[in-house]
């Protein structure tokens, strides 16, 4: 079983930053694709960004379109630990973020379904 704690979230305004950390209890975290998702009340999950192991032995990063050019994802793998760094912030970007890990390294890193492990996800509020 494998934990995951996001931290960093909290109220901000518009146009300013927030980072993000998920921290993973995996043993073998490096191998792991892993996922930042959102969702905001009475909506569904939604895809926000992932970095996965690639072809090349390389880390591949990937955007919703929403959040592209504004939010970059890392990881260091020495500390098990993934962060979504949010620039630019918008009202529409509030909502729970939650991290989500992926053992396999599947194709389908957009979709929630991918993902076998969650965190419990941490508050993001943009002020207008």
């Known amino acids: 079983q494998v934990q995951l704690v996001e931290s960093g979230g909290g109220l901000v305004q518009a146009g300013g930053s927030l980072r993000l950390s998920c921290a993973a209890s995996a043993r073998t975290f490096s191998t792991y694709s892993m996922g930042w998702f959102r969702q905001a009340p009475g909506l569904e999950r939604e895809f926000v960004s992932a970095i996965r192991w690639g072809e090349g032995s390389t880390y591949y990063a990937d955007y919703a379109d929403s959040v592209k050019g504004r939010f970059t994802i890392s990881r260091d793998n020495a500390k098990n630990t993934v962060y979504l760094q949010m620039n630019s912030l918008k009202p529409e970007d509030t909502a729970v973020y939650l991290c989500?890990?992926?053992?396999?390294?599947?194709?389908?890193?957009?979709?929630?379904?991918?993902?076998?492990?969650w965190g419990q996800g941490t508050q993001v509020t943009v002020s207008s």
């Open positions: 989500a890990a992926d053992p396999w390294g599947g194709s389908a890193w957009s979709s929630p379904s991918q993902y076998l492990y």
